[in-house]
C-alpha cells in the first residue's frame, strides 16, 4: 500500500459494523528482521534495489515491492484511528532460523525487564500488552503476520 492509513481508512469506510478485515503484512519485528536492520539499516522485505535497476527491467517488478514498514503497535494504531480494533495476530510459517535466534531471547527479555521497572519507577505508560506482543512467539519467529480486525 502507498498510502497505508488512507488505504484502512477506506477498508473501514465500507466494512459493516462488526464486520471483520483480514490483512497481512510482513513482520519486520521477528529476530531476523531485527538483525537485518541492526547490520544492513532495512528489514526483511524492504531491501529493495535503487530505481535504477527497476529501470533496466532486470527481471523485477517495481509493482511488487513493499514501501511502507509498519510494526505492530503502529499498525494497531492506525486501525483504532480508522475505527478497527485487532482481535487476532497470527503468523503464516515460523522462521527455520529460529532456534539459531534464539539466544537472542533473553537480552530482549532482559531490556523488556528493565522497560517495565522504569514505566513503574517513573509513573510512566505501562507496556505490558505490547510487550507480551513483542515477545510472542509469532512476532518473534513468524515471516508474515496475519492480523484479523473487527470494525467497531
Do not use: W
Amino acid at each position: 500500500m502507498e498510502n497505508p492509513s488512507f488505504s484502512l481508512k477506506e477498508f473501514s469506510r465500507i466494512l459493516k459494523k462488526n464486520g471483520y478485515l483480514y490483512l497481512s503484512t510482513p513482520n519486520i519485528l521477528n529476530l531476523r528482521s531485527r538483525l537485518r536492520f541492526l547490520m544492513e539499516g532495512a528489514f526483511d522485505f524492504f531491501r529493495e534495489p535503487p530505481l535504477e535497476i527497476f529501470r533496466k527491467q532486470i527481471n523485477i517488478n517495481a509493482l511488487d515491492i513493499h514501501l511502507t514498514p509498519l510494526r505492530i503497535h503502529e499498525l494497531e494504531y492506525i486501525l483504532f484511528k480508522c475505527g478497527l480494533r485487532i482481535n487476532c495476530i497470527e503468523t503464516d510459517i515460523f522462521l527455520r532460523e529460529a532456534k539459531a535466534l534464539s539466544f537472542l531471547l533473553p537480552i530482549i527479555n532482559v531490556q523488556m525487564g528493565f522497560k517495565r521497572r522504569r514505566a513503574k519507577r517513573k509513573g510512566d505508560i505501562d507496556y505490558s500488552k505490547i510487550h507480551k506482543i513483542l515477545s510472542s512467539p509469532e512476532l518473534l519467529f513468524g515471516r508474515h503476520l496475519i492480523i484479523k480486525a473487527e470494525k467497531l
